[in-house]
């Protein structure tokens, strides 16, 4: 038990001899950071205050600077100040000058009033005694003389009125038709539609002549097959190595032609064969005819057409109208009056519509009674189209009066694409005519070396002799040739006179 108490005490001892040792380097280490804090302090004291005197010396350094730049600005201001003084008062002298002459010119202005007035006094007394003068000799009051004055210029106001009146109608008149001219000749410009003359016949190539014989067959039962099935006139004997097909019916003769071709490839021709290749060729014309319709109606860009339409408009390429293929001529009607239309502001699409359908007519007037026009037409009203374009087409031909403008544009649209030159076989010989009329007018004229007509009449070039006309007896040359060719001739549109000399030219259009 001692022992253990012994033990205890010790322990305590020790502990406590430890805690002593432990608190006694605790305070030497808090001394030791007191004293470090001190000299910290002292340290940053001392710093501040070089810091201070520091800033204290680049203050007033700054405040000599600022002083000086100071000094230096008051100094420009003083001296811009100073100008302006002078400026002004310059300007000041200026003013008092300018003060004096308007002084004097407003003096000279009231004596020049004075003197007016006194000179219009004058004036008016001087009026008054040639008024009472031309009372008395004229016998008139000044009112009298008034009136019967009046009457004088309201009469010939009147008249100048009238006159005026009349020169303005015939202006607008002549402004109208010139008006209506350009649109046509602006829409014949701008479809450029090419013509070939075709005719009822169609030529068939032959290798040899032997194939003659093969094709009239034995006593004639081949040639007489042929024209029965595709009813079709074979002519064989009178163009040599060729077989000429005769038909008004022009679907028919390209059957025939094409039910041909094939037999003469096929090389075996008899009755039998020849009924195989016409269906043949009729079904491939039937497509052709179809893709035709479908390609009409799409540069017709106007709407749906009934399937009757499309395949009628294909039949029309292979009927002719004077030589005239009737669906290349309904494609430039269309064309024609769209243009038209569009200039003077009517429905562009009944015009097109009422063009696209006006001869569809003519592929069925070999199977129905009746006028093209009056077949068409019912055609139209069958499948549902406006009285607009229903009346446009009737009447295009006059078989009734047209009412409304789009008949009228058809009309003129129809008239001028079968009149276009070289667009029938009859106008051709009038189309060279009218060329060779235009360059004799020119040729008449003294001068001229040579004359050319271009641009299917649409322009007149005329070579003229240096040595006999001047530049000036040019421009004086060209306009006789214009009223020439205007008081001669009758045609749409203008015509370009072009007098060319020493590679200048001239020009005057009429």
């Not at 007191?34 to 302090?41: F, V």
């Not at 004036?123 to 008034?146: D, F, H, P, W, Y």
């Not at 479908?294 to 408009?313: R, S």
């Not at 003129?412 to 009329?437: C, M, N």
Request: glycine residues 6%; contains cysteine.
């Amino acid at each position: 038990m001692e022992i253990v108490v012994g033990i205890i005490v010790g322990a305590a001892a020790g502990i406590l001899a430890t805690a002593a040792a432990g608190y006694r380097w605790i305070q030497g280490r808090l001394s030791s950071h007191a004293s470090e804090q001190a000299e910290l302090l002292d340290a940053a004291q001392s710093q501040a205050e070089s810091i201070r005197r520091e800033a204290q010396v680049e203050a007033r350094e700054e405040g000599v600077k600022l002083r000086r730049e100071l000094d230096d600005e008051i100094a420009i201001k003083r001296r811009e100040v100073a100008a302006l003084e002078a400026t002004a008062e310059s300007t000041q002298r200026e003013i008092r000058s300018r003060e004096t002459d308007v002084e004097r010119r407003e003096q000279s202005v009231k004596d020049r009033e004075a003197s007016t007035i006194s000179a219009l006094d004058a004036a008016e007394k001087a009026k008054i005694e040639q008024l009472e003068q031309l009372e008395r000799v004229s016998g008139l009051t000044t009112q009298e003389a008034k009136d019967q004055l009046l009457s004088q210029a309201e009469e010939l106001m009147r008249r100048d009125a009238a006159t005026l009146i009349r020169q303005i109608e015939e202006e607008a008149q002549t402004e109208a038709r010139e008006r209506a001219r350009n649109i046509v000749g602006d829409a014949l410009q701008r479809v450029a539609a090419s013509h070939a003359s075709e005719m009822t016949v169609s030529m068939v190539e032959l290798p040899s002549d032997d194939l003659k014989g093969r094709i009239i067959g034995r006593e004639g039962r081949n040639i007489r097959a042929l024209e029965n099935v595709t009813g079709v006139e074979f002519i064989v004997d009178d163009t040599p190595q060729a077989v000429v097909l005769s038909a008004f019916d022009g679907v028919r003769r390209e059957i025939a032609k094409v039910t041909l071709l094939k037999l003469i490839e096929d090389g075996r021709i008899h009755p039998s064969r020849i009924e195989e290749m016409y269906y043949q060729s009729k079904a491939e014309i039937e497509e052709i005819i179809l893709k035709a319709g479908e390609q009409a109606v799409f540069e017709a860009n106007c709407g749906k057409f009934h399937e009757e339409f499309v395949k009628l408009l294909g039949r029309l390429k292979y009927r002719t109208s004077y030589g005239q293929n009737v669906l290349k001529h309904t494609l430039e009607v269309v064309h024609l009056a769209g243009l038209m239309a569009g200039e003077l502001g009517i429905d562009v699409k009944a015009a097109k519509r009422s063009a696209v359908i006006h001869d569809v007519g003519k592929a069925l007037t070999h199977e129905v009674e009746g006028s093209h026009a009056a077949i068409a037409a019912e055609l139209a009203r069958k499948h549902g189209e406006s009285e607009t374009v229903i009346h446009a087409v009737e009447a295009h031909h006059y078989e009734v009066e047209p009412r409304t403008a789009e008949a009228a544009l058809l009309i003129a649209a129809d008239a001028i694409s079968a009149s276009r030159p070289g667009a029938r076989g009859e106008s051709l010989e009038k189309y060279v005519e009218r060329l060779e009329k235009l360059e004799r007018i020119a040729s008449e004229k003294d001068g001229v070396e040579r004359v050319y007509a271009i641009q299917a009449g649409r322009e007149v070039r005329v070579l003229v002799t240096p040595e006999k006309i001047s530049d000036d007896e040019a421009v004086l040359l060209s306009r006789e040739i214009a009223r020439s060719i205007e008081d001669q001739m009758q045609y749409p549109g203008q015509i370009k006179v072009t007098v060319i000399r020493e590679s200048r030219a001239v020009e005057v259009a009429k």
